[in-house]
């Protein structure tokens, strides 16, 4: 046996979860590969005991051969949890193998107990790796993902990569959850998980890293390479390099073995796969090299360039419709207010004067009965009033705007304590679209709407950090990351 093969031998001994190649995998590299490699392991041996390391591992993942499907754009298909019935449909009429069949296939007549969705993802899943729609990696690898979109009429990249990455308990190691969860969404998606066995869509991270080290380490290795490219219904430019040069991901391994990684979408997934390792191990099936120990992750880098955070305005269902005198009456001790004007179209003069000050405690409500804007900024008894009602949560917790406004104003000064979630929404024309329609798709009215600061990246690390959650819908990561660009199997 060769030196190098007896110290991995002895690291794989040392630490079976830290890699689940052999070295046969390695045998046929030079010899300087074979040293970088060993000096991972041994980096990762000496960490210190108890230390929280995020964990990341190239995979061979499931992709479609374009041989079998022609064009990726024509399988692909955003988050589960942003499509309606009627774009479902739509996905299903583009293409008899996209991926909407797998990530949220829709009932069918003759349907009873209500799973049998579930099970027909399952089949499909299998009966396009047997007839190579989907064929897996030929080697562990990595995905450099990179999406091109305008916003405000400046064009972006935001550029990250595809991983597994180990699953940690939240709150006792180095991944940090920042919003909510509902655990409808959970049983639904585990439902999936057991019938599937694969992760289907990658969850969102993001990490601190002021040079965009990591970043450049994988940009360095696809320079002149040609990617895959899908475009997406929003005309957002997808492309994907595959990346297993063990050089290069050993490097990555490295420069991100000391980072924490931040949820920023798919909290119900990441919670999802904790619960299915969960299970496993319950059962008796989980062992230590088993692909339910970790989750497809897309990792993002906090200082791209390309990273944006959009606000999510409310539409609020479920209650009175508001004039703008009953509610000034009812906020005016806990906030100054200014009757901007009349007329849903001006919320983009409302939203250009938020945008101005900057400022999380200042949100814009609209009251649909006399046609009326008003600006509102917290003062100083809201404030103080804010600590004693909010007395569980942190100074940074309460500073965030949709903190103020669903805690105080909504909950507080209103009274209105169990609302139905309200509709949410990103840009302001989507606003005055709804307040213009006046009700919901489900027939429900709208009594009042808010146009609310987005939390920064800042505020999501520090939040987090605290261990608190912010409020639901606190943030929204434009683009949103496509479904069937990568599967990460999990048998």
């Not at 040392?14 to 046929?28: Q, Y």
């Not at 060993?38 to 990341?56: A, C, W």
């Not at 193998?97 to 969705?117: F, S, Y």
């Amino acid at each position: 046996m060769e030196r190098w093969e007896a110290v991995f031998l002895v690291a794989m001994v040392e630490d079976k979860k830290a890699f689940s190649a052999t070295p046969s995998v390695l045998a046929d590299q030079p010899f300087h590969v074979k040293h970088l490699y060993v000096g991972v392991v041994i980096l990762f041996l000496l960490k210190e005991p108890g230390s929280t390391m995020v964990q990341i591992e190239a995979f061979q993942g499931l992709r479609y051969d374009l041989a079998h499907v022609g064009s990726l754009s024509d399988v692909i298909a955003p988050p589960y949890d942003v499509i309606d019935p009627e774009f479902q449909d739509q996905l299903y009429e583009t293409h008899p193998a996209n991926v909407i069949r797998l990530i949220l296939n829709r009932e069918e007549p003759g349907d009873e107990a209500g799973d049998e969705k579930y099970d027909r993802a399952a089949r499909y899943l299998r009966q396009w790796q047997r007839e190579g729609v989907l064929s897996t990696e030929s080697h562990a690898a990595v995905y450099v993902y990179h999406q091109e979109f305008t916003y405000a009429g400046t064009t972006f990249v935001r550029k990250g990569f595809m991983c597994r990455m180990q699953l940690e308990k939240l709150g006792e190691g180095n991944v940090y959850p920042h919003e909510e969860t509902h655990s409808a969404a959970k049983v639904d998606r585990l439902k999936l998980f057991n019938a599937t066995k694969a992760n289907l869509s990658q969850i969102f991270g993001i990490y601190p890293d002021e040079g965009n080290q990591a970043q450049s380490i994988l940009e360095r290795a696809v320079v002149g390479k040609t990617p895959l490219e899908a475009t997406d219904h929003l005309g957002v430019m997808h492309r994907l390099w595959v990346v297993d040069d063990l050089q290069t991901i050993s490097g990555l391994q490295s420069q991100m073995s000391d980072k924490p990684m931040f949820i920023a979408d798919g909290h119900h997934r990441y919670e999802t796969a904790c619960n299915y390792q969960q299970q496993l191990r319950e059962s008796g099936e989980l062992t230590d090299v088993h692909p339910a120990n970790s989750v497809l992750t897309m990792c993002v880098s906090m200082n791209d360039e390309g990273m944006i955070v959009l606000p999510t305005h409310r539409l609020f269902k479920g209650l009175p419709a508001y004039d703008s005198g009953t509610l000034i009456s009812n906020i005016q001790t806990d906030f100054d207010t200014e009757v901007i004007g009349t007329g849903c179209e001006l919320a983009g003069n409302v939203w250009e004067q938020i945008e101005i000050e900057n400022a999380q405690d200042t949100v814009g409500l609209y009251c649909p009965v006399d046609d009326t804007w008003v600006l509102a900024r917290l003062n100083t008894n809201g404030l103080e009033k804010l600590a004693k009602v909010a007395s569980d949560r942190t100074d940074d917790w309460q500073g965030l705007g949709v903190s103020i406004l669903h805690r105080l104003l909504v909950q507080t000064c209103l009274g209105h304590d169990s609302l139905p979630k309200p509709k949410y929404v990103h840009l302001v024309s989507e606003v005055v679209d709804g307040l213009q329609a006046g009700r919901d798709d489900d027939g429900e009215s709208f009594g009042l709407a808010a146009l609310v600061m987005p939390a920064t990246l800042e505020h999501i690390r520090t939040i987090s950090k605290n261990g608190e959650r912010m409020p639901a819908k606190s943030t929204y990561f434009y683009p949103k990351l496509l479904s069937g660009l990568v599967i990460h199997s999990l048998q």
